[in-house]
């Protein structure tokens, strides 16, 4: 499809039935009809930059700022493995504290629970990456968030938008598989650029991509600002399913914020991998990127117990491989 097509397609909201349908027997041909789960820990809210749009920013004073232990990570991780996960995420806000050589540290002592492991840590220099991908990690999540080089400027203080795509073909050099993504409903965010961004993500050739609406957060300075679409946010995943047929592509969390069925709907219209929850209950309130975020009070047990439930309920399985995009 060309940018064109894709503008189109996004604009036009007469056919989105077809367009779900489509994305969804991509997805059937392409990888079948298995679920893969990913355990996700949120293993620090410190995070030095000042994104606009997260509750996580560090000009905001109203968190209770938490960092998991080395110990307290493994155990997490130890507890997602007997639940079934074979694949860990390590995601934080940018913490300084977690340098190159803890890093190391916790990657090889989950990588000994015979684990896939991507890390969701933010932007870092080329020999970190390196150091983190010989100590064992295998997939890497950092969404570019928009292509439009404006519009990412306004939306990052003190941030360089040629960095963030350069960490991503870092990434992509040095073997991990890589996942990308951006908001849709960002202020004064285009159709044109989130075309833009669906062909950045096949010229990346992004092994992952999720796709998230953005959902105001009232310490941030887009507190006022609009929520944005569920249905054009299920539209660009979708494109990008019929765009990456092989890929994996999640139903995120924050579609189900918006959405109380947001990722049953996004698993049938072209997502097939589901990211659950497995940090300790004391800590998941504090992770607030965004409000009203789901499973605050369920913990890692019973999110596998009602992902399960949901995803059987489509007649759908949970896969018991790594999921990795090329090979099982
Ligand atoms: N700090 C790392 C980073 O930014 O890459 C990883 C953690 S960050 C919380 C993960 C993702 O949360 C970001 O890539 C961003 O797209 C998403 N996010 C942040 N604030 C959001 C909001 N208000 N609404 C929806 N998604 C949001
Ligand atoms: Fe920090 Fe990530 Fe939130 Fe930006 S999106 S403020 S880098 S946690
Ligand atoms: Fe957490 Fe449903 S996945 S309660």
């Known amino acids: 499809m060309d940018k064109q097509e894709i503008i189109d397609i996004l604009s036009d909201n007469?056919?989105?039935?077809r367009l779900f349908k489509e994305a969804d027997n991509v997805r059937m041909a392409n990888v079948g009809d298995e679920v893969h789960l990913r355990g996700?820990?949120?293993f620090s809210n410190i995070c030095k930059r000042q994104c606009k749009y997260c509750g996580l920013r560090s000009p905001n004073k109203d968190v209770e700022r938490y960092r998991l232990s080395k110990e307290e990570m493994l155990q997490t991780a130890?507890?997602?493995v007997n639940l079934g996960y074979r694949t860990i995420v390590l995601q934080s806000?940018?913490?300084?504290?977690f340098d190159t050589d803890k890093m190391c540290e916790i990657i090889q002592s989950i990588k000994k629970l015979d684990v896939a492991l991507t890390l969701s840590i933010g932007e870092k220099f080329y020999d970190e990456y390196k150091a983190f991908k010989e100590a064992g990690a295998d997939r890497y999540l950092l969404r570019i968030e928009t292509t439009d080089k404006n519009l990412y400027t306004a939306m990052h203080p003190n941030a360089d938008f040629e960095n963030r795509m350069?960490?991503?073909y870092n990434l992509k050099k040095l073997g991990y598989e890589t996942g990308t993504g951006c908001l849709v409903g960002l202020p004064n965010?285009?159709?044109?650029?989130l075309a833009d961004d669906i062909l950045f993500f096949k010229e990346l050739d992004a092994d992952m991509v999720g796709i998230g609406p953005f959902i105001p957060h009232e310490h941030t300075p887009f507190k006022d600002v609009a929520k944005g679409d569920f249905w054009l946010a299920l539209k660009v995943m979708a494109l990008t399913r019929i765009t990456l047929p092989d890929i994996n592509i999640p139903a995120t969390t924050a579609m189900?914020?918006?959405n109380p069925q947001g990722r049953i709907i996004a698993l049938q219209s072209g997502a097939n991998v589901v990211m659950p929850n497995v940090t300790g209950l004391e800590y998941r309130a504090k992770y607030e990127i965004y409000p009203g975020k789901i499973c605050l009070n369920e913990n890692a047990e019973q999110c596998r117990g009602c992902i399960e439930?949901?995803?059987?309920?489509?007649g759908r399985t949970i896969s018991k491989d790594y999921g990795f995009r090329n090979f099982k």
């Open 14 to 17: 007469s056919k989105n039935d």
């Open 40 to 42: 996700l820990i949120e």
């Open 78 to 80: 130890k507890n997602a």
């Open 93 to 97: 806000g940018e913490d300084d504290y």
């Open 166 to 168: 350069n960490c991503l």
């Open 189 to 193: 965010q285009t159709i044109e650029s």
């Open 256 to 258: 189900e914020t918006l």
């Open 309 to 314: 439930g949901k995803i059987k309920s489509i």
